[in-house]
């Protein structure tokens, strides 16, 4: 299983990105994948997962209510909208996949697969 993170890049506060997450390998929608980020000088934390199968999602308190995780149309495409941005959202994005469901926070040794990271930069 490989996964291609895309679609970060500079926003100025209260503006909006979209990651995509696209995985190949998987032979069905068992699957889950979260976004995971990590600032300069902290620990990569966890952001949000969906379950691929049933379409549940999950969030971090910090983005609650601003970010939305969800399944693209293209197979095996999972994509973070992100509005509202904040100085704090500036970090580099990961996506990572696991086998069966998320619900909620999963610790990372957990997590089966990972994508290489993508810039997201809040500034003015």
């Known amino acids: 299983v490989q996964l291609q993170a895309s679609g970060g890049g500079l926003v100025q506060p209260g503006g909006s990105l979209r990651l995509s997450c696209t995985a190949s390998?998987?032979?069905?929608?068992?699957?889950?994948i979260g976004w995971f980020r990590q600032a300069p000088g902290k620990e990569r934390e966890w952001v949000s997962c969906l379950s691929r199968a049933d379409g549940n999602s999950y969030y971090a308190d910090s983005v609650k209510g601003r970010f939305t995780i969800s399944r693209g149309s293209i197979k095996d495409t999972t994509f973070q909208q992100m509005n509202s941005l904040e100085f704090e959202d500036t970090a580099v994005y990961y996506c990572a996949a696991r086998h069966g469901f998320c619900s909620g926070y999963i610790a990372e040794v957990n997590w089966n697969y990972w994508g290489q990271g993508t810039q997201v930069t809040v500034s003015s």
């Open positions: 390998g998987f032979t069905s929608d068992y699957y889950a």
